[in-house]
Structures are given as C-alpha cells and as structure tokens.
C-alpha cells in the first residue's frame, strides 16, 4: 500500500508541505529586522552627502555668495524652478557698470533635482544639501529666497 495515502502518511506529507510553505516566512521570523522606525530614528538617521534635498547658495571666505547672476542656472533648468532679479551697478574702483544679482528665487515644489544648474554654474555658487525634511501645508512656503 502507498504510504502517502494512508492516515499517518497523509498527516505527515501535510506537515512537510504546511513546512515548507511556511520557510520563507519563518527565516524571515529571525532575521534582524532593518525596517526604519522613521521619524523615531531622526537623530541615528544616515542620510548620504550625495541626497539632493534642497539646492541653497555656498559662501566665499567672506560670506558672500558667488553669483556673478550670469542666468545660466535659470536658462539652463527644464522646469522654470529658478528665477533671478538683477541689478546694474556702478564699480567704484574701475567706473564700470556691472550687472550683479539682487533676489535669487528657487521653487522647491517643481524642482525634480537633475542637478543641471548646479553643473552648469561657472562659480560653483549653488549646490544641493541633503536636508531633506521640507514637507510643508502651503505650497507657496516651498518658494524661497536663496540668497540672504
Ligand atoms: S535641479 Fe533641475 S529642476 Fe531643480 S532647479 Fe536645478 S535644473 Fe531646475
Ligand atoms: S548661480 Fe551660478 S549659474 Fe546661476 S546665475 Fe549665479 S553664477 Fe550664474
């Protein structure tokens, strides 16, 4: 007679299948949990230096910004999400006027962070920082002045 088919075999067959279906389930019972008990985890929180957040403008030694407000930025970005107001002035030293940057507005709310304008920029006056928690209720809070 096939074992299989008989009382015992059948309970014993049952419980080698019920096991084996239930393998992955119970390595994974086991195995170290790396779920992020996010926003617990704020302060252990990694995020890497390569996390494009937020584009701002670095500083010179003198904690000027280094826009020359040449546009390249603005002309260069598929989304429109950068604007730049600028000024003529006149250098004292030379006489000559020279156009300099007076507001530079960035819309995080429709940047998709290529990171074109950072490439793009001759003085590597912008970049992104991984500062990534800007969630906020009113959109137009997501258009900021860069350049303080
Ligand atoms: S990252 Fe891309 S979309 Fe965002 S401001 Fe720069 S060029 Fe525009
Ligand atoms: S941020 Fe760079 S590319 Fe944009 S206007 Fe200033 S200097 Fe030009």
Do not use: W
């Amino acid at each position: 007679m096939d074992f299989k088919k008989t009382y015992i075999g059948r309970v014993i067959y049952s419980l080698v299948s019920l096991t084996t279906g239930l393998k992955t389930t119970l390595i994974e019972f086991f195995t170290p949990k790396v779920t992020e008990q996010y926003p617990e985890n704020r302060k252990t929180q990694h995020i890497s230096e390569r996390h494009r957040a937020m584009l701002y403008m670095s500083l010179d030694e003198n904690g000027n910004n280094k826009c020359i407000a040449c546009g390249l930025c603005a002309n260069t970005c598929p989304n429109g999400t950068i604007t730049i107001k600028t000024k003529m002035v006149t250098d004292e030293e030379t006489g000559k006027s020279k156009k300099v940057l007076e507001e530079y507005t960035y819309d995080l709310g429709c940047c998709m962070f290529c990171q074109l304008c950072v490439n793009v920029c001759p003085k590597d006056a912008i970049a992104f920082n991984n500062k990534y928690e800007n969630a906020v209720f009113d959109r137009s809070k997501l258009v900021i002045k860069l350049n303080k």
